[in-house]
Each structure stands twice: as C-alpha cells, then as structure tokens.
C-alpha cells in the first residue's frame, strides 16, 4: 500500500504561482510513476502530468505544457507540481497518483490523494 498525501493548493490570481506538493508513505521502496490529476466541478477528473520513476521522463496535459513543471525527489519521497502562469480554467481539485508505469490513463494508478484545491481568480 501506498499513501498519498497533497499539499500545496490555494487561491490564486491569473498569471501566478503554486507549487503542489505529494508526500508519500508506505511501500514507497517500490518504483512507481508518478502522476497529477485534476477534476474540475461537472467535468471529468483528467491526467495533467506524469513521471516515471526509471529516467524521470515526464509527460504532460497539451494546456500545461510550457506553464506546469513535474518533478520528484525519490530520497524525500516526493513529487511536484510546479504551475506558473495560472489560468482561471485551471481551477479544480488536483489529485497526486501513484502507479507501476507512467501513463496518461487514471485507470492505471492504484493509489490516490485525497486532493488539494487549487482556485485561479481572474
């Protein structure tokens, strides 16, 4: 078992900041991808961005590419998500995700946050 825990999320004016935070504990001495998801009210939870554990390569949502950055620290135990330049419809809540390979699909993490709100104000 693997235990999620985000941090990080707020209110934020359009064009700011936020670095999101995913602390996690368990059997974290197995290699799992990594992955941030976001749900916004009505709408579908859907894949932001992922990393792998072996080459750290990283995968992103096409409308964060360029603005949000996903990173990890496998001694720490944590992964990232750095959003600049916040849009309003970047609000939603975002959820961390742990899986046996990076993938663009929900369906193939295991383990979940409980979810970090993140409001961009215009």
């Known amino acids: 078992q693997v235990q999620l825990v985000e ?20 059997r974290t001495s197995s290699n799992y991808a990594m992955g941030w998801f976001r749900q916004a009210p009505g709408k579908e939870r859907e894949f932001v961005a992922a990393i792998s554990w ?17 990173s990890r620290d496998n ?22 995700a742990a899986s046996h ?10 383990w979940w946050g409980q979810g970090t709100q993140v409001t961009v104000a215009s």
């Not at 390979?101 to 295991?110: D, F, I, L, N, R």
């Open 7 to 26: 941090s990080g999320g707020g209110l934020v004016q359009a064009g700011g900041s936020l670095r999101l935070s995913c602390a996690a504990s368990g």
């Open 75 to 96: 001694a720490k135990n944590m992964v990232y998500l750095q959003m600049n330049s916040l849009k309003p419809e970047d609000t939603a809540v975002y959820y961390c």
């Open 101 to 110: 390979t990076a993938s663009y699909s929900q369906y193939e993490y295991h």
């Open 54 to 70: 072996s080459d750290a390569s990283t995968y992103y949502l096409e409308a964060v590419k360029g603005r949000f950055t996903i």
